[in-house]
């Protein structure tokens, strides 16, 4: 099972702004269908990224999380109950990846993980890349 969060996680708003990329999904894999029902009754429940992901990947808003097993809201995350944990005691492998190091939802201002939240964990090397390859800019 791979799950795509894209930032829109409004469904109305994902429909609306990328028609192109769910008529794509359409044609090649045939999931639309399956995707415009499953996210029936999906909201957007705050303004950015990380109250939604909460509620998406834990089923909590950022308040019930941080009186159930959080210090704070941008403490670091290795306790928090992500539903990845649930496909790990199944057997099932676990990845994350996000598109951008620096500002990753969970350590954007916050302290992220301190150890690897799932199997393959992409923050590492994605960062390492960043801090040690040439870019555009330093040639
Ligand atoms: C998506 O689901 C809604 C019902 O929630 C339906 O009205 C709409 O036609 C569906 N869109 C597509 C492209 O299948
Ligand atoms: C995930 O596992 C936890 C701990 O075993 C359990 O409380 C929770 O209900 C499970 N979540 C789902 C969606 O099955």
Redesign the pocket.
């Known amino acids: 099972m791979i799950l795509v969060v894209v930032l829109l996680t409004l469904k109305l708003l994902c429909c609306r702004e990328l028609p192109s990329s769910f008529e794509f999904v359409s044609a090649v894999h045939g999931v639309?269908?399956y995707v415009?029902k499953t996210l029936?009754g999906y909201n957007k429940i705050a303004y950015n990224t990380l109250p939604n992901f909460i509620a998406f990947l834990i089923g909590m808003n950022v308040e019930q999380l941080v009186k159930v097993s959080h210090k704070a809201w941008n403490d670091e995350m290795d306790d928090c109950p992500f539903i990845w944990k649930n496909y790990s005691e199944e057997k099932f492998s676990t990845a994350y990846l996000e598109d951008s190091a620096p500002i990753g939802t969970f350590n954007y201002a916050k302290y992220g993980f301190l150890n690897s939240p799932t199997d393959y964990y992409a923050r590492p090397i994605m960062k390492a890349a960043l801090d040690f390859l040439p870019t555009k800019a330093s040639v």
Do not use: L
């Open positions: 639309f269908k415009n029936e």
